[in-house]
């Protein structure tokens, strides 16, 4: 393996880091032990400047599916390069509304009108603090 | 303007920088940057702040006023009234503010209040009488100026089934179109009976969310940009007829391949360039063919600006002034403003 290959590695296991502990919504648990997230669910295209992230909402009619994937953008924006273009998605096949949710993860400016909503907010936060328990 | 024989390029003339958030939108005032009036710009952000940049006499732009403390939420999109005594700024407030300018003073004369949450666009008609907002509520409204800095709202139109994007009044009529995360620009008129305003035509060619709409100068053709990768010219097929009535518009070309994210702007300028921003950081040039006209018109690329931001490009703007300048806006918290020149050799 390549000098940047390992380091490409690195960079994808320490964004699991970052969010494995994040705590579902619904849930007492992380969304790593609801196996929501796994090693394999960041990959990283250096070339492009890409990070796709995918994740499996506990349930196929998973109402939290957009909250999941927002604490995930915020959790991980201040550890991303700037350049990297970030995509959320749920693994194809493991929600109901699949297409919906991918597009609503992904039009910034629904995120960014989502994370000035207090309420909002305040669920998020709580599922990126509460892990610290 | 001849763009067949010449290579043309974006050059960078400034970066401005002072908001403290990623920059939603740019607006030239009218009629400056010309006949030795001072090129003066607004843009807005999600610092939830306006700033208003003026050139001076040595073509270098500075900060001239931040209009902060109105807004408490991200302010999306800003626009000039025609006259350019007043600018209106949408918020994810809820709230659209107007704010008379009086020499280098920007004072909130109005604030209106009617969409259940966040504004997303807001539009001025040629005339200046009329103001059209947009938000994620769905809906369209119409508000009426009327002395005084009184808004009068005459209609609320219903019929996108997700939020809308963008508002935008035609330049040479009172026809308003919306564009929206459903997928599809709708097309408004006034019934000139019953003084209601209603949806004469659905664009449906896009297969996501169609972020902007922009008009030629003489109000005919219309561009816009969707998430989709696409750009797509549109024709009003009456008044390229010569019939003056709400004919339908069409759908004549479509451009892709240029942008691999999505593309959130477009813009026309008054000699008939098209410039595009994107997800990409990059902006690409489109001009006219003049050859093969039997299909309708058709479009080439005149120039693509790699780089020209270092993060996603939210907006882009022509100036209607005797230089060729554009305004951009990015996530990365800067406006650049560009020069379109001819390269020599």
Same mark, same amino acid.
């Given at each position: 393996?390549s000098?940047?290959?390992?380091?490409l590695?690195k960079f +994808?296991i320490? *964004? &699991?880091? #970052?969010?494995?502990? @994040?705590?579902?919504?619904?849930?007492?648990?992380?969304?790593?032990?609801?196996?929501?997230?796994?090693?394999?669910?960041?990959?990283?295209d250096?070339?492009? +400047?890409r990070? *796709? &992230?995918t #994740?499996?909402?506990? @349930?196929q009619?998973?109402?939290?599916?957009t909250?999941?994937?927002?604490?995930?953008r915020?959790k991980?924006?201040?550890?991303?390069?700037?350049?990297f273009?970030?995509?959320?998605k749920?693994?194809?096949?493991?929600h109901?509304?699949?297409?919906?949710v991918?597009?609503?993860?992904?039009?910034?400016?629904?995120?960014?009108?989502?994370?000035e909503?207090p309420?909002?907010?305040?669920?998020?936060?709580?599922?990126l603090?509460?892990s610290?328990l | 303007?001849?763009?067949?024989?010449?290579?043309f390029?974006?050059?960078?003339?400034?970066?401005?920088e002072?908001h403290?958030?990623?920059v939603w939108?740019?607006a030239?005032?009218?009629?400056?940057?010309?006949?030795g009036?001072?090129?003066?710009?607004?843009?807005?952000?999600?610092?939830?702040?306006?700033r208003i940049?003026?050139?001076n006499s040595i073509?270098?732009?500075?900060?001239?006023?931040?209009?902060?403390?109105t807004?408490?939420?991200?302010?999306?999109?800003?626009a000039?009234?025609?006259?350019g005594?007043?600018?209106a700024?949408?918020?994810?407030?809820?709230?659209t503010?107007?704010w008379?300018n009086?020499?280098?003073d920007?004072?909130?004369?109005?604030?209106?209040?009617?969409?259940?949450n966040?504004?997303?666009?807001?539009?001025?008609?040629?005339?200046?009488?009329?103001?059209?907002?947009?938000?994620?509520?769905?809906s369209?409204?119409?508000?009426?100026?009327l002395?005084?800095?009184?808004f009068?709202?005459?209609s609320?139109?219903?019929?996108?089934?997700q939020?809308v994007k963008m508002?935008?009044?035609?330049?040479s009529?009172?026809t308003?179109?919306?564009?929206?995360?459903d997928?599809?620009i709708?097309?408004?008129?006034e019934?000139?009976?019953?003084?209601?305003?209603?949806?004469?035509?659905?664009?449906?060619?896009s297969?996501?969310?169609?972020?902007?709409?922009?008009?030629?100068?003489?109000?005919?053709?219309m561009?816009?940009?969707?998430?989709?990768?696409t750009?797509k010219i549109?024709i009003?097929?009456?008044?390229?007829?010569?019939?003056?009535?709400n004919?339908p518009w069409?759908?004549?070309c479509t451009?892709?391949?240029?942008h691999?994210?999505?593309i959130f702007?477009?813009?026309w300028s008054r000699?008939g360039?098209?410039?595009?921003?994107?997800?990409d950081?990059?902006?690409?040039?489109?001009?006219?063919?003049?050859?093969?006209e039997?299909?309708?018109?058709?479009?080439k690329l005149l120039?693509?600006?790699?780089k020209?931001h270092?993060?996603d490009?939210?907006s882009v703007?022509?100036?209607?002034?005797?230089?060729?300048l554009l305004a951009?806006a990015?996530d990365?918290?800067?406006?650049?403003?560009?020069?379109?020149?001819?390269?020599?050799?």
């Open positions: 393996m000098k940047k290959a390992v380091d590695l +994808g320490m *964004l &699991i880091h #970052f969010v494995r502990d @994040i705590r579902d919504p619904e849930h007492p648990y992380s969304l790593e032990q609801l196996s929501v997230l796994s090693e394999e669910s960041i990959t990283v250096e070339k492009l +400047g990070i *796709l &992230i #994740f499996t909402p506990t @349930i009619h998973c109402s939290m599916a909250v999941i994937g927002l604490c995930l915020e991980l924006k201040n550890h991303f390069p700037p350049h273009k970030v995509d959320i749920v693994a194809p096949g493991s109901a509304d699949e297409e919906s991918n597009k609503q993860l992904n039009d910034k400016e629904r995120v960014a009108a989502a994370m909503n309420n909002l907010r305040q669920l998020v936060d709580e599922c603090y509460s610290e | 303007m001849n763009f067949d024989d010449d290579d390029e974006l050059r960078e003339i400034q970066r401005l002072g403290t958030d990623r939108s740019v030239w005032k009218p009629d400056t940057g010309i006949n009036v001072p090129a003066v710009l607004a843009s807005c952000s999600g610092d939830k702040t306006v940049w003026e050139q073509g270098s732009f500075q900060c001239q006023a931040v209009l902060e403390e807004h408490t939420r991200t302010v999306r999109s800003c000039w009234s025609p006259s005594k007043y600018l700024t949408a918020s994810f407030d809820a709230t503010a107007i008379e009086v020499g280098v920007f004072e909130c004369v109005s604030s209106l209040e009617g969409h259940d966040e504004v997303k666009s807001v539009s001025w008609n040629a005339s200046g009488t009329l103001l059209a907002t947009s938000g994620r509520d769905k369209v409204w119409i508000w009426e100026a002395p005084g800095n009184e009068d709202c005459v609320v139109l219903q019929g996108h089934t939020d508002v935008q009044w035609n330049p009529m009172d308003l179109f919306s564009c929206s995360y997928n599809t709708k097309v408004w008129v019934d000139s009976d019953s003084e209601d305003w209603h949806c004469i035509q659905t664009l449906g060619e297969t996501s969310t169609v972020w902007s709409v922009a008009f030629n100068a003489s109000g005919d053709k561009v816009s940009c969707s998430d989709d990768l750009v549109w009003d097929v009456g008044r390229m007829q010569g019939l003056h009535k004919a069409k759908h004549v451009l892709s391949g240029y691999d994210r999505t702007s477009v813009h000699e360039i098209i410039a595009s921003g994107a997800a950081d990059a902006i690409c040039l489109f001009v006219e063919n003049n050859d093969n039997v299909d309708g018109p058709t479009f120039s693509k600006k790699e020209a270092e993060m490009v939210n703007q022509w100036n209607t002034g005797d230089k060729r951009s990015s990365d918290g800067t406006v650049k403003i560009w020069e379109l020149v001819r390269l020599s050799g």
